[in-house]
């Protein structure tokens, strides 16, 4: 049986009997709510290293429903009876004691369904039909590689789990290093900008505050997911078995916590702005791709390289089959954040504070000038809006918080977890901050990396032209991995009017050139690193990371929660929402 808006219709299979967890793992995406292929696609964003078939099955287009399965309504088929009995014997009459009016009280109680009226028809199964069946098989096999389950029913034979990257639980460690990996982003390269725009007290204050907001949101979205407003090692108990009874279902993806809590509407808004935010960060990529190109060939416009960089990204993503190409490249963006933290705290070490070198040799002045200026303040309130907006795009990783719990061996110690690794990510950010601004002082650039490598370090000319270059496929690598969410959550959208699988492929290459060609635009338009990561952390951060786990927690636990929870809560949402319209107006009135 299948359940569509509602109704419930027999499907017809063209094979016959099966187990019911195949039968399951065949139901089509396109018959759920939109966005369907958020959870599986977003895993993309969760790991430092992705399996060549983990890529494929969590890139891979929507397929249409094969022929065989078709609903059956044909009158022929009717067999009154079958499965919904008519009622036999005697009438059973009851007389009513208000109005005095005798009624049936046994038919009363019958309600026909009426898709239980009619028999399963099997159809001889066509070529499509076989075909259709060996790929569901084959993605049946992705999916179950958590519980070690074999789709085609043999006990005996054992089926790979490490193939697509997601089989066994994450250990502690390997989670704590999973979600650091994904906060500690490309916003951390504008750290250093920030306490350049807001000065020393105003840096630190920034990056504490939002860093605390940001973790206690992360712990709210892992409570939301058991259906328990307790914590989660109160949840789960001292016990391995010992479970609390939840309030709601336990949920496995952000769009089910806002389906749960506002319904489809509400689903339907915060996933619009979670697509926004991946569109705007395509565009920031561009910016990234275009601004360390330019330092390597001067000769040669931001611009042009931006163009030039669309192209490249237009033939893997359409013309080429990427898994294999993109689960290399997805260990290389671990790699730079490991490699910018070192070479900015080592380059502060080595050089010291060099502003005053740096602003002699941007702006041609003499030295007599330039020493008497002053680089580094303490405070500076005009750049607060700015600043905030890149400090929480830093920590916008709270969407890919539920894959990392499902992911965990122990799910007890999520919070921990968090905890653990929001200290990291606090510490390395904080590192590059400080390291940044104390070197550069106000000349210090929205992209630590291009400060870095226009600096001409003695005896490191070398290593920052290599760090460069790992920038360069770090942002090639990332602009693939966010697209792929996004254009599936667009295909959903067109996926009703596809004809066939060949036209749904089409569709789908298409999308991604649209989603190039539309991000370059943007990048175009607005070709600020510090400015579009404020934007984007302004609007979407604040609303996903902030406003939303707040306005969930009181909607699904309100009743149940203490004063100061609801108190924390309402200042998340209704502090947010001030400080996303107010910071954003004054960005951009400001630029």
């Not at 200026?373 to 918080?401: E, R």
Request: charged fraction near 15%.
């Amino acid at each position: 049986m299948s359940e569509v808006n509602g109704e419930t219709t027999p499907l017809v299979t063209a094979k016959n009997g099966g187990d019911e967890r195949e039968v399951a793992a065949r139901e089509d995406e396109m018959a759920l709510p939109w966005p369907a292929t958020f959870d599986r696609s977003i895993s993309l964003l969760a790991r430092p290293h992705l399996g060549a078939a983990f890529v494929k099955h969590a890139t891979e287009s929507l397929h249409l429903p094969p022929h065989g399965l078709r609903r059956n309504r044909s009158l022929k088929e009717l067999n009154r009876g079958y499965n919904t009995p008519d009622p036999q014997g005697p009438p059973i009459t009851v007389k009513s004691s208000q109005s005095g009016v005798e009624y049936d009280a046994f038919h009363m109680g019958i309600k026909k369904i009426q898709s239980l009226d009619w028999r399963l028809k099997l159809y001889p199964p066509t070529s499509k039909d076989l075909e259709a069946q060996k790929h569901s098989e084959h993605l049946m096999e992705k999916t179950y590689t958590d519980n070690d389950y074999n789709p085609r029913g043999d006990e005996n034979e054992h089926v790979d789990a490490h193939a697509t990257g997601n089989g066994d639980k994450s250990s502690f460690g390997q989670c704590v290093f999973n979600m650091a990996n994904t906060l500690m982003g490309v916003g951390m390269l504008g750290l250093p900008f920030v306490f350049g725009s807001v000065g020393w007290y105003g840096g630190i204050f920034v990056l504490l505050l939002f860093s605390a907001i940001t973790w206690w949101t992360s712990i709210l979205i892992g409570r939301e997911l058991n259906g328990n407003p307790q914590p989660t090692h109160k949840h789960y108990g001292k016990d391995p078995g010992e479970v609390a009874i939840s309030l709601y279902k336990p949920l496995t993806s952000f769009p089910g916590i806002a389906r749960e809590a506002f319904g489809q509407r509400g689903t339907i808004a915060l996933s619009s702005v979670l697509y926004f935010e991946l569109f705007s960060s395509l565009s920031i990529f561009f910016v990234m791709l275009g601004d360390h190109m330019h330092t390597l060939f001067p000769q040669t416009s931001t611009s042009m390289h931006m163009v030039f960089v669309a192209f490249l990204l237009s033939i893997p993503t359409v013309l080429l089959k990427t898994p294999r190409l993109l689960s290399y490249m997805s260990i290389v963006g671990t790699a730079s954040t490991i490699a910018v933290v070192l070479a900015v705290l080592a380059a502060a070490v080595i050089e010291g504070d060099i502003a005053a070198e740096v602003a002699e040799g941007k702006d041609q002045l003499p030295q007599s000038l330039v020493t008497g200026q002053q680089y580094h303040t303490n405070w500076k309130l005009s750049g607060l809006p700015l600043a905030s907006g890149i400090v929480a795009y830093c920590f916008s990783g709270h969407a890919i918080v539920p894959s990392l719990y499902s992911s965990m061996s122990q799910p007890r110690d999520f919070e921990k977890m968090m905890t653990v690794a929001y200290a990291i990510v606090l510490l390395a950010c904080g590192t590059v901050a400080v390291s940044g601004y104390y070197m550069f002082g106000s000349e210090v650039e929205d992209q630590i990396t291009l400060s870095l490598e226009m600096a001409d370090i003695r005896g490191a000319e070398k290593a920052m032209t290599v760090l460069v270059f790992l920038m360069i496929l770090t942002a090639f690598s990332k602009f693939s991995l966010f697209m792929f969410p996004l254009a599936l959550g667009v295909e959903e959208i067109i996926a009703p009017w596809m004809p066939t699988d060949h036209a749904m492929e089409a569709s789908y290459a298409l999308i991604k050139v649209v989603l190039i060609l539309l991000s370059l635009c943007v990048a175009l338009f607005v070709p600020s690193f510090g400015f579009l990561c404020s934007l984007i952390g302004l609007i979407c951060t604040v609303i996903v990371s902030i406003i939303f786990p707040a306005a969930a927690h009181l909607k699904l636990f309100g009743p149940q929660l203490r004063t100061w929870e609801k108190v924390v809560d309402w200042l998340f949402v209704i502090g947010g929402a001030l400080f996303a319209i107010i910071g954003t107006v004054a960005t951009v009135s400001s630029t």
